[in-house]
């Protein structure tokens, strides 16, 4: 079946650091595959996306390429703000008789320090 | 755009007693609506999914009759845990997707923290 792993955390950085968070996934076919990040308090937000093997999907400075050969989505980000200190998931959407569907990762969570 | 809100955002009970949470598209009309269970430290569990004027399809091991989902309108689903009892404290978490049934993006509700005493 299909299935995501993602790095377990917290994963401390001091700002301004590089992040790296591992995603690998298992699935049947060619999904799409899906950064989401949420904050203290609130719902989860769609961070980035990549549909097909080799794009790359970027917002707000993170960044994932999708890489079918190592059957991973690896995020990451340049330069880390104590605002980004949150829990990222990752996910695969697979397509069913009622439509995509997400499989999630545990999710990782980031805390950035002054 | 693109908000889902869900109400309560905490509810304890005692066990025996049915609870409901709502889930809200308030910007957009949500043709699908998805029901998740995240355990502390685990990834969100699908539980169901919800069409709009039609019946829930629940994923396997989701028991139907304890988790009932009515989605009545194009903005509002429902899940009502009924019976609960201590095993059932989680958080659910609702989603909803815009538009057409192969649309990957789901818009999240902030979750619901269910505590059964």
């Known amino acids: 079946g299909n299935s995501v792993t993602q790095m377990e955390g917290p994963v401390t950085l001091s700002e301004e650091a590089f992040l790296t968070i591992n995603c690998t996934y298992t699935?049947?076919?060619?999904?799409?595959l899906f950064w989401y990040v949420q904050y203290p308090g609130e719902g989860l937000q769609l961070l980035l996306k990549?549909?097909?093997?080799?794009d790359k999907g970027s917002n707000k400075g993170f960044e994932a390429t999708y890489r079918k050969e190592t059957t991973s989505f690896h995020l990451e980000k340049g330069s880390v703000q104590v605002s980004d200190s949150a829990v990222y998931f990752c996910?695969?959407?697979?397509?069913?008789?009622?439509?995509?569907?997400?499989?999630f990762g545990t999710g990782t969570q980031l805390k950035v320090e002054l | 755009g693109a908000v889902v809100s869900q109400h309560p955002s905490r509810v304890i009970c005692k066990s025996g007693t049915s609870v409901k949470i709502e889930c809200r598209s308030l910007d957009f009309q949500a043709t699908t609506m998805f029901w998740y269970r995240q355990f502390p430290k685990q990834s969100l569990m699908l539980m169901a999914t919800s069409n709009e004027g039609s019946k829930a399809t629940y994923e396997q091991g989701v028991e139907k009759d304890k988790f009932l989902i009515n989605h009545a309108s194009l903005t509002l689903s429902t899940l009502t845990v009924t019976s609960a009892h201590p095993e059932d404290s989680s958080f659910y978490i609702c989603?909803?997707?815009?538009?057409?049934?192969?649309?990957?993006?789901?818009?999240f509700g902030p979750g619901t923290r269910l505590t059964v005493l």
């Open positions: 989603s909803a997707r815009e538009g057409q049934r192969n649309t990957d993006t789901q818009y």
């Open positions: 996910a695969l959407s697979w397509v069913t008789g009622g439509g995509n569907k997400l499989t």
């Open positions: 990549a549909t097909k093997a080799d």
């Open positions: 699935a049947t076919g060619y999904p799409s």
